[in-house]
C-alpha cells in the first residue's frame, strides 16, 4: 500500500514559484498513476494534475494548464508538482494520492485515488 506525504508548500507572492514533492512509501508506486488535488476553504476538493505509472500521460486542470508541470521519479517513489505564475486564487491545501488500480490512465476523478496524503498548505499572497 502507497502512504503519500507531501511536502514544499509554503506563502509565496503572487507571480512566484513553488515545487511541491510527494514521496510515497510502498513497492507499488512505480506502477500507480499518481494526482495532486487542492481544496480552499469553504469549496470542494477539486483535481489539480495527474500523471501515469510511467510518466508518459499526464492530465492538468483547465486553471492550472501552462503554470503548472507534473512529473515523477520512479526511482526515488516521488511525485512532483511544479508551480509557477501562482495567483492569489491557487491558495490551497494541496493533497497527493494514489491511483486505487495498477496501470490504470490517468484520471480527475477523486473516487478513482485510494490512498491520500494529509497535504500542504500553499498560500499565495498579492
Known amino acids: 500500500q502507497v502512504r503519500p506525504v507531501e511536502s514544499g508548500g509554503g506563502l509565496v507572492q503572487a507571480g512566484g514559484s513553488l515545487r511541491l514533492s510527494c514521496e510515497a512509501s510502498?513497492?507499488?508506486?512505480?506502477?500507480?498513476?499518481m494526482g495532486w488535488f487542492r481544496q480552499a476553504p469553504g469549496k470542494e476538493r477539486e483535481f489539480v494534475a495527474a500523471?501515469?505509472?510511467?510518466?508518459?500521460?499526464?492530465d492538468y486542470a483547465d486553471s492550472v494548464k501552462g503554470r503548472f508541470t507534473i512529473s515523477r521519479d520512479n526511482a526515488k517513489n516521488t511525485v512532483y508538482l511544479q508551480m509557477n505564475s501562482l495567483k492569489p486564487e491557487d491558495t490551497a491545501v494541496y493533497y497527493c494520492?494514489?491511483?486505487?488500480?495498477?496501470?490504470?490512465?490517468?484520471?480527475?476523478?477523486?473516487?478513482?485515488?485510494?490512498?491520500w496524503g494529509q497535504g500542504t498548505q500553499v498560500t499565495v499572497s498579492s
Open positions: 500523471i501515469n505509472w510511467n510518466g508518459r500521460s499526464t
Open positions: 510502498g513497492r507499488t508506486f512505480s506502477i500507480l498513476s
Open positions: 494520492a494514489a491511483d486505487r488500480t495498477a496501470y490504470g490512465v490517468v484520471t480527475t476523478t477523486p473516487l478513482r485515488y485510494g490512498n
